[in-house]
């Protein structure tokens, strides 16, 4: 039996890898990156390995956004070269052709994952949707403005972490009732983890490409987790009312 969330009434909703591809822009830029440090006698296990020290440098500086990961991207692309005698010239090209992979993470067109925009159109229907995405506000909202269905959306918080307190402070700010209230994400961490602790069922739909750092184990504590194989059949288990658009369930 496929087990089911009853009495819901809002829906909570990761944006990132749980609606549209997000971490796939990311794994090409690294891509392009790990040929640069090939062409100057690095793996590409020692590449990405700086990137990540790079990050771990600036992520509690510069928080999550494509801002600090462009300073990431480039103290890495520096290091790659630093030892190769690049001329000046040479090295500009390739800050140059770095930039332009950044560019293309901020500007993206949005890419929907398989039948989300069908089940999010029932969801809008019958319960109150809440987009919750972790970053940087001007970077996703932007994302919401290009993704053309912002009107699925009841309202869309930007939250520079997703902890515990985090969804304590949303349960305060949209007076949810955390008993009647769902968390729909990818990252076992940041959207069930967290979400769990403050009271919230949750829904878990992996995504292949999920962020090494929002890996750990789903917890197995109460309020429960579903997990899905895809956002498609969310609306099924949601209940009456999910999914068959005739109005909010009881
Ligand atoms: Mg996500």
Redesign the pocket.
Known sequence: MTQTFTGVETVLL?????LWE??LYFVRSIRWLCGVGRSHGHTDRATVALLNRMEDRNIPHFGFGYDSYEASYLAALRILVARSGLENGAHAGLRRLARAQIDFLRRHPILWLPGVPEALELLHRSFRTIAV??GHFGDQTAKVHRCGRAHLFHAVKVLPHKHESDYLGMIEEFALDPGRTVMV???PR??INMAKRAGLRTIYVP?RL??FR?MEPIETHDPPTIELHGFEQVPRVLGPGGGAGDGPPG
Do not use: A, Q, V, Y
């Not at 990761?14 to 749980?18: P, R, Y």
């Open positions: 990761d944006l990132d890898d749980t997000n971490n995405t972790k994400g990818n990252s940041s959207d995504h999920t962020w929002e």
